[in-house]
């Protein structure tokens, strides 16, 4: 059986165009604004995999989000969407 593809959580919010660039992403990550399966994140080398749930600050807003799976580039809109599916709350 296959080990489930895990990312670096800076490197999958940067591919999944939650931030413009890696570096405003670990920023994020490293003063805590950010929470993995509702646990707070300070450090954007955590590792992040396809089932966990992400807390994430959009401006005024906040967005849940489920991974669906890791990404080996920064793609267009289109295919960073597919990343992720909003989680209702």
Same mark, same amino acid.
Do not use: S
């Given at each position: 059986? %296959?080990?489930?593809?895990?990312?670096?959580?800076?490197?999958?919010?940067?591919c999944?165009?939650? =931030? &413009? #660039? @890696?570096?405003?992403? %670990?920023?994020?990550?490293e003063?805590?604004?950010?929470?993995?399966?509702?646990? @707070?994140?300070? &450090?954007?080398?955590?590792e !992040?995999?396809?089932?966990?749930?992400? #807390?994430?600050?959009?401006?005024? $807003? !906040? !967005?849940?989000? @489920?991974?669906?799976?890791? %990404?080996?580039? @920064?793609?267009? %809109?289109? $295919?960073?969407?597919?990343? =992720?599916?909003?989680?209702?709350?």
């Amino acid at each position: 059986m %296959a080990e489930p593809e895990r990312l670096r959580l800076d490197k999958w919010l940067w591919c999944a165009r939650f =931030y &413009k #660039t @890696r570096g405003l992403a %670990a920023e994020a990550c490293e003063k805590g604004h950010l929470r993995i399966n509702g646990f @707070r994140v300070e &450090k954007a080398g955590r590792e !992040v995999r396809p089932g966990d749930v992400l #807390t994430i600050p959009q401006g005024r $807003e !906040v !967005v849940v989000v @489920r991974v669906l799976a890791g %990404a080996k580039r @920064r793609g267009p %809109a289109t $295919e960073a969407r597919t990343l =992720y599916e909003v989680v209702e709350e």
